[in-house]
């Protein structure tokens, strides 16, 4: 029953945040919360570093939906195989808005303790999403 739990824990969240509700970063992400793939020199840190993270990555990008193609939970980790899609209105890692509409594929492993988000370990297709966004020619 908890694996199942953890897995709605997961799909909630995503569907919340991303469409603007941060306050359930509050209720869902402990204190002492750490996202290890978060790249050096963003916040990654706490409910404050996800909302950062999150608060610039929806400046960046509207009309924001989650797909999980896959979910898995053993013990205290769910992992997750999602296809995100969105319209890039804003600018993101230095390029201007392209009014594109984009998909990122990823993968995420998190760990949850006492029904909050304690770790979080993800691989996203950056290449794809860039070359999408015109700022890498396609293979």
């Not at 799909?11 to 509700?21: L, M, Q, T």
């Not at 409910?47 to 193609?69: C, E, M, Q, R, W």
């Not at 898995?72 to 319209?87: L, N, P, Q, S």
């Amino acid at each position: 029953m908890e694996e199942e739990n953890n897995k709605a824990l997961l799909e909630r969240f995503n569907e919340e945040v991303f469409k603007g509700n941060l306050s359930v970063v509050d209720e869902l992400v402990a204190p002492d919360f750490i996202d290890h793939s978060v790249p050096p020199g963003m916040p990654n840190k706490g409910p404050d570093g996800v909302k950062k993270l999150l608060s610039y990555f929806i400046s960046a990008f509207s009309d924001i939906n989650v797909v999980y193609h896959d979910i898995i939970a053993k013990g205290d980790k769910v992992t997750g195989r999602y296809a995100m899609t969105c319209i890039h209105k804003g600018e993101f890692m230095g390029i201007s808005a392209t009014s594109k509409k984009v998909t990122i594929n990823g993968i995420e492993i998190v760990r949850i303790k006492d029904r909050k988000f304690v770790e979080r370990w993800a691989v996203e297709d950056m290449l794809g999403l860039m070359e999408q966004l015109g700022a890498m020619p396609k293979k």
